[in-house]
């Protein structure tokens, strides 16, 4: 098992957003799930975390890592929505890592078949691929207000709790698995 985040040394702060770069990078994401699925499977069965919060113990073993997945795209997705038709701006969005709600869903979604997991996932993914070419330039620019990051325009939203977050992940997950046998 890993610590539960890898670490991440910046925010991005963009403010030119390429959809098609965002898009490519989400479905790599998706790709290597898919690539790596198998390989988890064939490692049941996983120990579950005596650890998954956020204290610095926590270490989160592939069902701790989909669980979080499962529930952060759709979560966040909502969030993006909230600001992006939020009236006054900046729009308060989003939640810190020790939200009681996002560690009582990986808590309970943890011991789900790995099958509904990877199929929640992909089905988190596909809706995100499915929402960034829609946004348009004035809704990228839209500002929120994260509790700890504070103000953040959509595409900051975007790269660092999607995104960046997925890759951050899927990582997370290749190295907890054996070495693939070439």
């Not at 790709?31 to 988890?40: G, H, K, W």
Request: net charge negative.
């Amino acid at each position: 098992m890993l610590p539960c985040y890898a670490a991440r040394a910046t925010l991005a702060t963009m403010h030119e957003y390429d959809s098609g770069t965002e898009l490519e990078r989400l479905q790599t994401a998706r790709t290597a799930l898919s690539v790596l699925e198998p390989r988890i499977l064939a490692g049941e069965p996983w120990p579950l975390a005596e650890a998954f919060g956020t204290e610095p113990e926590a270490l989160w073993g592939p069902r701790e890592v989909l669980a979080h997945l499962a529930e952060m795209l759709p979560f966040w997705l909502g969030e993006l929505e909230r600001v992006v038709d939020g009236d006054l701006e900046p729009v308060p969005f989003g939640r810190i890592a020790d939200d009681r709600n996002r560690v009582a869903l990986i808590e309970r979604d943890r011991t789900l078949p790995l099958r509904v997991l990877f199929t929640r996932v992909d089905r988190g993914l596909h809706d995100w691929a499915e929402r960034l070419p829609t946004l348009s330039a004035e809704e990228r620019a839209k500002l929120g207000r994260h509790p700890r990051l504070g103000e953040m325009e959509t595409g900051g939203i975007l790269e660092q709790f999607v995104i960046g977050h997925a890759e951050d992940h899927v990582a997370q997950i290749e190295a907890l698995l054996p070495p693939h046998p070439d």
